[in-house]
C-alpha cells in the first residue's frame, strides 16, 4: 500500500476545480511524492486519467466508495 505526502479534498466541487486544485497540490511537492485526492465529481474519473497523462505523473491507483473517488498520484517531474 502506498502512503500519501499530502491530501486534497474535493467533495462538493465539480470539473475543472478538482484537477485546478490538484495542479496546484502537485506544483508545490517534490518528485517522487504522493498526493492523495478526494472527489465525488462524476466526472473526475476521466478526468484525472487524462490530466496525469498529460502532465507526466503516474495515477497510482484509484477507487470509489459510494459516490467518493479516490486518486493517488505520484509527481514524476
Not at 1 to 14: E, H, L, R, T
Not at 42 to 66: I, K, V
Amino acid at each position: 500500500m502506498v502512503n500519501s505526502d499530502k491530501q486534497i479534498d474535493c467533495i462538493g466541487f465539480f470539473c475543472p476545480i478538482p484537477i485546478v486544485r490538484t495542479r496546484e497540490a502537485i506544483r508545490a511537492m517534490a518528485v517522487g511524492q504522493v498526493l492523495e485526492v478526494f472527489s465525488d465529481d462524476p466526472a473526475a474519473e476521466a478526468d484525472m486519467r487524462r490530466w496525469a497523462e498529460q502532465a507526466g505523473h503516474d495515477l497510482l491507483s484509484l477507487s470509489q466508495t459510494g459516490g467518493v473517488y479516490r486518486f493517488l498520484v505520484r509527481k514524476r517531474r
